[in-house]
């Protein structure tokens, strides 16, 4: 196997009216790794077209194209012939549990059976690079583990993954090491395991200065200036970064507590906004405003009457 | 230009499992037998109720089995893995031509056997055919990219079939509508022309024309091929 040399370099990609989808970037590839980039749909499209370019990937489309009439077994010996490869089927049959299935034909077979093929396509094209769109997405719980699987398998033998889903919790099944897209270029989210941050705080006391939200098992850390704004729904409490929510256990009040010394700022009963991101004030009434913070959503953050006054001391008009 | 016989042959069985087991389209192959049978049956013995079979196996069978093979890999999005492999341009349209070929081939010689027809010249008969065969293969083949789906590949193949098959009838209107001279230039009549003179005695100069002129029409239409493909290529991918 050949392992690549250079590293990816994508171009800053804007869409048809000059907004732009993704800035320029490296993809943050290393061999015998897995690593997650966390995505939007319509992000992970445009990449995968500028992607598909490069000889040395395979790219594990979310949707492609199956010959319905063949079976399992002959359409992988296909494939194996197109991409002369060494790899016996029965192997790759196995580690994607579809030996018993091998005679069905494709047309017959369920979606999560279905992206067991792809997978097994996948180990037969033998391509330094992997590129994966949606890995486990609408699968059933034995086909994740299935997914899971084989991506270690394909990660022991040092090829180099990527995996990309709009699905954050999807990516850290597979690895610690996830990405996002700022407007600048990737970010890496700081994941930590849950229990190694329990005993820290238990030894040290320490104050965290990072705000810990909560995705199934795992925290995610966000530093005070990465977050636009903190909303509380119902007694819920989202973090905002990016336009993305993700769920906080904190309270808003020890929220602000915590985070009025990173410049931000209590402008209404449920919300918190980080006033560095702020652009306008925008008056719509006597009684009511809204903040649009800066980056390309504009986002609407509202600002009550009474806090009006105390923001503008802050700010100093 | 190095062709990898592995690829190809790969392909070549892929397209025979996948149309064996449509009979939708493969039992279409059956209609110019039908149809030659029926002539045999009529008892007419003339080179143009000959060539009808002929000309109805090579649009039926050719061009529409081609269309369709093409069609289908676009349809289900299996062209652009076809696309994305390690498989060259020549390649994957040489491996979904192969199968189309050989069935142009059976078929053809099925029909000539039940009409009967006995050429004057078989060896050049047969050169004649084959090159017609690649002739209609590659427009089966631009058809194919052209259509989006296996249904609309069945419409935009009736254009072809009349104008290639049918079309070599209008000549007996030609002297009532001029326009209709062109007709003298599609390789279908063409193919006739050069049957006809095969019967009686023949020049080595009656044979530059319908050669030359077939030979034409199939550069121009692998011309045409390879610029929607590689139009097809960029849009797709």
């Not at chain 1, 180099?160 to 700022?182: G, H, K, P, Q």
């Not at chain 1, 009434?285 to 923001?311: A, D, H, I, Q, T």
Request: hydrophobic share 45%; glycine share 4%.
């Amino acid at each position: 196997m050949e392992k690549f040399q250079q590293p990816i370099k994508i171009p800053t990609i804007t869409t048809f009216d000059g907004r732009m989808l993704l800035p320029s970037f490296q993809l943050p590839l290393t061999s015998g790794e897995i690593v997650g980039m966390h995505l939007d749909v319509f992000q992970i499209d445009c990449l995968l077209k500028y992607l598909q370019h490069y000889s040395n990937m395979n790219i594990f489309f979310r949707q492609e194209g199956h010959y319905e009439r063949m079976t399992i077994f002959e359409s992988l010996k296909f494939e194996k012939k197109l991409y002369n490869s060494n790899i016996e089927i029965d192997d790759a049959l196995n580690i994607t549990g579809l030996l018993k299935a091998k005679k069905l034909k494709i047309k017959n077979l369920s979606y999560s059976q279905l992206q067991r093929v792809k997978l097994a396509k996948l180990l037969i094209h033998e391509k330094p690079i992997h590129i994966i769109e949606e890995p486990y997405q609408n699968l059933d719980i034995e086909t994740k583990r299935i997914v899971e699987r084989t991506l270690n398998f394909l990660k022991e033998k040092g090829y180099t993954i990527c995996l990309l889903s709009a699905s954050l919790e999807d990516l850290m099944i597979s690895t610690n090491s996830v990405f996002r897209i700022e407007d600048t270029g990737l970010e890496k989210f700081d994941l930590q395991e849950e229990n190694s941050i329990d005993m820290k705080v238990d030894k040290q006391a320490i104050k965290l200065e990072k705000i810990p939200t909560k995705i199934k098992d795992k925290l995610v850390l966000f530093n005070p200036p990465e977050i636009d704004y903190i909303e509380s729904v119902e007694g819920e409490v989202n973090v905002f970064v990016t336009g993305v929510a993700y769920p906080c256990s904190l309270t808003l009040s020890e929220l602000e507590r915590r985070l009025i010394h990173f410049g931000f700022f209590r402008c209404h009963r449920s919300y918190i906004v980080n006033l560095q991101k702020v652009r306008e004030v925008i008056t719509w009434s006597k009684n009511s405003y809204s903040l649009v913070l800066s980056g390309k959503e504009r986002l609407n953050v509202p600002l009550s009457r009474s806090k009006l006054v105390e923001l503008k001391e802050i700010i100093g008009i | 230009m190095n062709l990898s016989m592995k690829r190809m042959q790969a392909i070549l069985v892929k397209d025979y499992k996948e149309f064996s087991r449509n009979l939708a389209v493969s039992s279409t192959i059956l209609v110019p037998l039908v149809i030659a049978l029926f002539y045999s049956r009529m008892g007419i013995d003339t080179i143009q109720v000959h060539f009808m079979a002929i000309n109805m196996t090579f649009s039926l069978v050719a061009t529409y089995i081609q269309c369709c093979l093409i069609a289908e890999e676009k349809e289900k999005n299996t062209l652009r893995n076809l696309m994305l492999s390690p498989a060259t341009i020549p390649e994957i349209l040489i491996g979904k031509s192969m199968l189309t070929f050989i069935i142009t081939i059976l078929i053809l010689t099925g029909s000539i056997l039940l009409t009967g027809y006995n050429p004057g010249n078989t060896l050049i008969m047969i050169i004649a055919f084959l090159l017609s065969s690649i002739f209609y293969i590659t427009i089966g083949t631009l058809l194919g990219l052209i259509a989006k789906t296996v249904m609309e590949s069945s419409v935009i193949v009736m254009p072809v079939f009349f104008l290639f098959s049918i079309g070599p009838f209008a000549s007996a209107f030609v002297e009532k509508y001029p326009v209709l001279k062109v007709i003298e230039w599609l390789p279908s009549t063409q193919l006739i022309n050069l049957a006809e003179s095969l019967e009686n005695n023949f020049k080595v100069g009656d044979l530059v024309q319908p050669f030359g002129l077939i030979s034409l029409w199939i550069i121009i239409v692998m011309i045409l091929t390879v610029i929607v493909y590689n139009k097809r290529m960029k849009d797709d991918i």
